[in-house]
């Protein structure tokens, strides 16, 4: 689902373009580089998340991977070609 966000804009706004996004809810650390990434915490309610998590979102805007580990971020981005 779409969400509202502090800065005024909406998750689906993150979405926009031919590349995977990650979208990280409570992440205590540096996101990963690779892809687009964006601190979504304001949305993690909606989206029922009650724990540091990563959701990588694919070009098609299908969700590839949701984990707690950088290293499988990593390791889908790579194996999508991104």
Request: proline share 10%.
């Amino acid at each position: 689902p779409d969400a509202p966000l502090s800065s005024g804009g909406r998750i689906f706004d993150l979405l926009r373009g031919p590349h995977a996004t990650l979208l990280a809810f409570d992440w205590p650390d540096d996101l990963p580089t690779g892809v687009p990434a964006h601190r979504v915490d304001e949305a993690r309610d909606i989206y029922d998340v009650h724990e540091p998590t990563l959701f990588l979102v694919r070009p098609d805007n299908y969700i590839g991977c949701v984990t707690t580990s950088v290293e499988d971020v990593a390791a889908y981005v790579k194996l999508i070609g991104q």
